[in-house]
Nanobody, 124 residues
Framework: QVQLVESGGGSVRAGGSLRLSCAASGVIFSINRMGWYRQAPGMQRELVAR???????NYLDSVKGRFTISRDNAKNTVYLQMNSLKPEDTAVYYCNVQIRNGDTMGTMRLYDYWGQGTQVTVSS
């Protein structure tokens, strides 16, 4: 009942910028945390940035100072502004959203959802 739609990936030269967006829709009581992960070929998926409901953020060390995560609670949307991109940022980027909803018994639980992934390619 919850869908995540990502947009904003693409190909840029090193030093360029891209902005990723991820919008959540469907039955949503509240959103706890929202974040972006990435996975390069042959590598494990890694957390790039995360923002919790109170607004606190954390970042992968290699992207600090270059990437900024933000969220629009009214639109259930999370953004990732990526500046000064480097070839090593090349990966498929996945949106991750943790949503609080009631189960069939009415108990509130946390559920994790993933976007479909969007390719980011940075050439040197």
């Amino acid at each position: 009942q919850v869908q995540l739609v990502e947009s904003g990936g693409g190909s840029v030269r090193a030093g360029g910028s891209l902005r990723l967006s991820c919008a959540a829709s469907g039955v949503i009581f509240s959103i706890n945390r929202m974040g972006w992960y990435r996975q390069a070929p042959g590598m494990q998926r890694e957390l790039v940035a995360r923002i919790v409901s109170g607004g606190s953020t954390n970042y992968l060390d290699s992207v600090k100072g270059r990437f900024t995560i933000s969220r629009d609670n009214a639109k259930n949307t999370v953004y990732l502004q990526m500046n000064s991109l480097k070839p090593e940022d090349t990966a498929v980027y996945y949106c991750n959203v943790q949503i609080r909803n009631g189960d069939t018994m009415g108990t509130m639980r946390l559920y994790d959802y993933w976007g479909q992934g969007t390719q980011v390619t940075v050439s040197s």
